[in-house]
């Protein structure tokens, strides 16, 4: 029983999914129809019906009859085959052969695709066809009055195309005589080939229109401007010729000439259609030109500069000669007093053999001027360079001057600070006089020579010929180093003397009070009649402290040391 069951179970779906099958290959061969029935009820026939507006002769008539021709053998060929293909899937999805059936259902299919690629081909043919038509009727029409305003223009302003009004009136006929080719292309029937040629006849005539612009300004250059720059130029260098400009090395006059001779051939190969060499010339003339009235200006400027310096140059080449005899003569004179260094007398030397050059310089320039064979560019150049030079050894003189000034002033400081080392010892030597103190340290007297005796050697080099100013500073530098260590040694000894006196006789009031500091007082005195007089205020002043805390401090302010 079971599989009584199973059997039939398996019966039933097996029905089941042959109708689902049957369904799905009707459902398909639906959609075909439908697509099929859509292709054929298209008004393809009325777009390509659109092409009868054009000239229908010659490639026009060929295509229509191309197109017309697929179409019909579209409708009814290739689409009438497809229905005894869907017939077939139908027969073949009733009697469950469902493999047969999508053989027969993708055949149409791939029918139905093609049809479609080949009606797009054609419609996209004709859309080209029509814009090609399009397009190339307004560049006709747009290039008609282009071509006529160009003849125009060559007739109403002929006299600025010289010669080559003839060339331009031709290629303005050919292009004219090409728009007429392209209508009889048109009335032919020939639209695509029309189309190449209006394209053809506009790209010429937009270059012919871009010349015929650009050509009565070139002209104008070539034929009148620049021919009447270089004239004036030349006029010009004549003139400053004649004005004593030296001008004649730049060789401007035969560069100027032959630059006219290019110009009229430039303007014959302009007249014959020739413009790519006048392009280049045209700005590189016009910058030489500017470039050589810089060159002239510049020479103009240094003729000025020359005739306006020499004469200041002159003056003050020989104003330096004379005042460099008057410092080498004062030389002269001071090397018998003063010691110069190998270094300072170098330094002369090459400073008086610059001053010589530069007057031979002067002499060179005074031929050059007086030869017209140099430049005054170049005249001005070695002008400012001597100028430059000038500079430079007044520089140099006048540090030669200052050393001069220097050494007297040497001279005279050395004087001075030995006279001052003088009067110190003087005055602290008077000190020591004066004072009541027992006597003095040997060692203060040794120091008191030893001043003296360095004031006086500094003295006698000072006094010596020829006189060495660094040999002066080096013995008066050690001299006043001794001398202020002497005045300083003093003074500190006599302030020692006189406090180390007060002190002990301050300590006096004490004595009988304390036996101590009797004790030390009188070491103290000792000490200050063996001329110890810091040995004697150092006791004297401890032994104080013992008794009197601040006794030292307060006679220290009120005492004072007798001058």
Do not use: C
């Not at 100013?469 to 003397?497: C, D, F, G, R, Y």
């Amino acid at each position: 029983m079971p599989y009584i069951i199973g059997g039939i179970i398996v019966i039933i779906a097996l029905i089941i999914l042959g109708l689902i099958m049957r369904k799905r290959v009707y459902d398909e061969v639906d959609r075909l129809e439908s697509w099929k029935l859509d292709i054929t009820n298209r008004n393809v026939s009325e777009e390509l019906a659109k092409v009868k507006a054009l000239n229908l002769s010659g490639e026009t008539q060929e295509k229509f009859e191309s197109w017309k021709e697929r179409w019909d053998h579209i409708v009814t060929k290739e689409l009438p085959d497809t229905e005894e293909a869907l017939f077939d899937a139908e027969e073949g999805a009733d009697r469950y052969r469902f493999k047969k059936a999508k053989q027969h259902l993708q055949q149409v299919q791939d029918i139905l695709i093609q049809v479609e690629d080949k009606i797009e081909v054609m419609f996209r043919e004709l859309d080209h066809l029509l814009a090609s038509e399009e397009e190339a009727r307004k560049q006709a029409e747009e290039l008609q009055p282009t071509l006529q305003g160009l003849k125009r223009t060559i007739s109403q302003h002929r006299h600025q195309f010289g010669k080559a009004d003839v060339r331009f009136e031709s290629a303005i006929a050919e292009q004219i005589a090409q728009l007429a080719a392209y209508h009889a292309l048109i009335e032919s029937g020939n639209y695509f080939e029309a189309n190449q040629l209006i394209m053809d006849v506009k790209e010429k005539t937009e270059v012919l229109a871009a010349e015929i612009e650009a050509f009565p300004t070139a002209y104008k250059q070539v034929k009148q401007d620049l021919p009447a720059q270089i004239s004036d130029l030349l006029g010009g260098i004549r003139e400053m010729k004649q004005d004593g400009y030296r001008i004649h090395h730049l060789g401007f006059e035969d560069e100027l000439k032959k630059e006219n001779e290019r110009l009229g051939h430039l303007t014959q190969q302009l007249e014959s259609g020739n413009s790519e060499e006048t392009k280049l010339v045209i700005p590189a003339l016009e910058s030489r030109i500017k470039e050589m009235y810089q060159l002239l200006e510049n020479e103009a400027v240094a003729k000025n500069y020359v005739d306006s310096k020499f004469d200041q140059y002159v003056q003050a080449v020989e104003k330096k000669s004379e005042a460099f005899l008057v410092t080498k003569e004062e030389v002269d004179l001071l090397r018998e007093s003063y010691f110069f260094t190998d270094n300072d007398v170098e330094f002369h030397v090459k400073l008086e053999s610059k001053i010589s050059r530069l007057a031979l310089q002067l002499d060179n320039l005074q031929k050059e001027i007086d030869d017209d064979q140099f430049s005054h560019a170049k005249l001005k150049e070695e002008l400012e360079a001597g100028f430059r030079e000038l500079s430079a050894i007044e520089e140099e003189h006048e540090v030669i001057r200052e050393k001069i000034k220097t050494l007297r002033k040497d001279e005279l400081d050395a004087k001075e600070k030995i006279a001052d080392m003088r009067q110190k010892l003087y005055e602290v030597n008077r000190k020591l006089q004066k004072s009541n103190i027992p006597g003095v340290p040997q060692e203060v007297w040794k120091m008191v020579e030893e001043s003296q005796k360095k004031t006086s050697h500094a003295m006698e080099i000072l006094d010596g010929h020829p006189l060495d100013m660094a040999e002066v500073s080096t013995t008066l530098q050690q001299a006043e180093e001794v001398s202020n260590a002497t005045v300083e040694k003093i003074e500190i000894l006599l302030e020692q003397a006189y406090l180390a006196e007060v002190v002990i006789q301050y300590s006096n009031r004490y004595r009988s009070q304390y036996p101590m500091l009797a004790a030390e007082m009188l070491e103290a005195e000792k000490l200050f009649r063996e001329y110890q007089y810091e040995q004697a205020l150092e006791r004297a002043a401890r032994a104080l402290q013992d008794i009197e805390p601040k006794a030292l401090e307060r006679l220290e302010k009120h005492i004072k040391v007798p001058s």
